[in-house]
């Protein structure tokens, strides 16, 4: 489980749809490397959390998604 806390004057960073699915190619990669890997895990338990937050993030990216998510 990881915690979701925003320092205060924290600033926010836009996340394009090119760095999501550049994010997803390297965990892809990471995953066939090491199927059980936690860093995996976590960056796709991140990228989900990314999505809720922003649910237009989801169909900038949705015509150029070919990644699967392991559990």
């Given amino acids: 489980m990881t915690s979701n806390q925003e320092l205060k004057g924290q600033r926010r960073t836009t996340l394009s749809s090119l760095d999501?699915?550049?994010i997803r190619d390297a965990?892809?990669?990471l995953?066939?490397?090491s199927p059980k890997s936690v860093l995996a895990d976590l960056v796709e338990e991140?990228?989900?959390v990314l999505e809720d937050d922003d649910p237009g993030l989801l169909l900038e990216c949705a015509s150029s998604q070919?990644?699967?998510v392991f559990s």
Wanted: aromatic fraction near 6%.
């Fill in 20 to 22: 999501l699915k550049q």
């Fill in 27 to 29: 965990v892809s990669e």
């Fill in 31 to 33: 995953r066939a490397a």
């Fill in 46 to 48: 991140k990228i989900r």
């Fill in 66 to 68: 070919d990644w699967r």
